[in-house]
């Protein structure tokens, strides 16, 4: 059975349960399991078959002792984790530019309107699971730039068994997106506007990592994540690309390429596993302005730069850390190298590839940026043309299509993935349709709707957040005592 390791290679082999509550490993590394599971080219062929959420339970069933989740169990999570979305594929893949072979995945129908409710529904609920199990209670502390935070939040709402604190850059997410949080009326989630943060979500990031990083802290406030650090995440996310891809190619064998619009490379990392199973895919790692992994695939240089606030603001984020479980697959599971890098990055921002790194991590990725200027060109063009809406992340994928489309033709079939949708972001959109009125597109009754709901937030300073929080959770967890 798959048993989970940390990358840096200092902590002891867990479950799958340990890794899913946890979060971090105890020596502050990611997860990974020791081994990935193989999807044979038979397989594939059965599951072209069958529908997403179907095809989401075997793909990561192997991933997940029964003796953790029994098979009938781990089906009722899956399905249950679904049923909140509004289309009937629920993932659905549509041509919209045939002459360049060019398609978009729809991943946004979920109840907070963006790819993250993909695998934070299933996360939760089977956080959910195990805790009523070992008849246990979490704190779940996260930071977002944006959609990490609603689809939490959603997913949490009412579970006796979590506490949520969702933590924003205040002013620095669409008021949509803030709404989606601070209007839930349920009493376990607690969501926090932080003020003064330069590096947005990265600011809070770093606070999240601090707390986890005090065994004695952790402990008394039950703290876990949810971040794309959670194995649970990135393994559920590989099922979006075995589902694209049976979609999309003609026979099972060919080759189809996903254009990936990326922050902290979870989304990517999840595609690098699916691959690594045997899915014939390649990638287009797309960046806004923020080139961290830009930067780390095409110079080989991996290294933060000051944070720049785009209109794709949910990826601006320079500090891509699911990109060290890329990097520890890359060095062949050296934890020996990959220690040593991470301490390098910690203390100094940057480290510089090896020639061997870099050749594996090129292996089926190319990297492509793109600027504000061409994402609003994008989201113009699609709109005129075809009459199809993208968000800012979507045309960020699309874009990036579009110049390899350029350079190499259209032989390659490519997935762009729209991440969100557009109603989160209608200021965006209406820059970039250079117009103040909103087209129905743009539009979506719960966004309406949650206008009208009362708003519940803290605001407080990124200097106070760490006190800030060890009292909130504290109060929390005494007030659940007293009952
Ligand atoms: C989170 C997010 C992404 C990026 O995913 P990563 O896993 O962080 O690379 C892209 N688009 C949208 C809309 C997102 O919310």
């Known amino acids: 059975m798959t048993k989970y390791i940390s990358i840096r290679g200092g902590a002891q082999p867990v479950e799958f349960d340990t890794a899913v509550l946890e979060g971090f490993a105890a020596d502050g590394g990611l997860y990974v399991p020791e081994k990935i599971p193989e999807l044979s080219m038979k397989k594939l062929k059965h599951l072209s078959t069958l529908t997403y959420p179907r095809v989401a339970l075997e793909v990561i069933r192997p991933f997940i002792g029964r003796h953790i989740i029994p098979e009938q169990d781990l089906e009722t999570l899956v399905e249950k984790s679904f049923e909140a979305f509004r289309h009937p594929d629920v993932l659905p893949v549509k041509p919209i530019n045939p002459e360049k072979n ?11 309107l963006s790819f993250k409710d993909i695998a934070m529904g299933f996360l939760i609920n089977t956080m959910d699971y195990l805790l009523k199990k070992k008849n246990k209670h979490l704190s779940i502390i996260l930071a977002t730039t944006g959609d990490t935070g609603p689809a939490a939040a959603f997913a949490a709402a009412g579970k006796s068994t979590i506490d949520c604190w969702p933590l924003y850059p205040e002013g620095m997410i669409s008021e949509e997106q803030e709404r989606q949080m601070t209007a839930l009326s349920a009493s376990n989630i607690h969501p926090v506007g932080v ?26 406030l039950h703290l876990s994540s949810v971040n794309s650090i959670n194995w649970c995440r990135v393994m559920f996310q590989a099922a979006h690309y075995v589902y694209g891809y049976l979609k999309t190619c003609g026979t099972i064998g060919e080759t189809v390429r996903f254009s990936v619009p990326s922050g902290a490379f979870g989304n990517l990392f999840a595609g690098f596993l699916a691959r690594e199973m045997g899915v014939p895919i390649t990638f287009i790692c797309a960046n806004n302005e923020n080139r961290t992994l830009h930067r780390a695939f095409s110079r080989g240089v991996f290294r933060k730069e000051a944070l720049q606030q785009t209109v794709s603001s949910a990826i601006d984020i320079v500090v891509p850390y699911n990109f060290w479980r890329f990097i520890y697959f890359a060095a062949n599971g050296d934890h020996g190298r990959v220690r040593e890098w991470m301490d390098a990055f910690e203390a100094e921002g940057e480290i510089k590839l090896p020639d061997d790194v870099m050749k594996k991590i090129r292996k089926g990725f190319v990297s492509i940026g793109i600027s504000d200027e061409q994402t609003l060109a994008i989201m113009a063009e699609y709109w005129k043309q075809e009459r199809y809406l993208l968000d800012p992340h979507g045309a960020v994928a699309v874009a990036a299509a579009e110049i390899l489309e350029s350079q190499n033709g259209a032989r390659t079939k490519t997935v762009c993935l729209a991440t969100a949708h557009p109603a989160k972001f209608p200021e965006v959109v209406k820059q970039a349709l250079n117009s103040p009125e909103l087209p129905d597109d743009a539009a979506h009754e719960s966004i309406i709707q949650a206008r009208n709901l009362e708003e519940r937030k803290s605001v407080c300073g990124l200097e106070d957040l760490d006190d800030f929080l060890a009292k909130d959770i504290e109060k929390q967890i005494n007030s659940k005592k007293g009952k």
């Open 102 to 112: 060019i398609h978009c995945m729809e991943l946004f129908y979920g109840p907070t």
């Open 195 to 220: 003020e003064n943060c330069p590096d947005g979500g990265d600011n809070l990031d770093v606070v999240v990592a601090r707390m986890f990083s005090s065994e004695k802290l952790k402990e008394r």
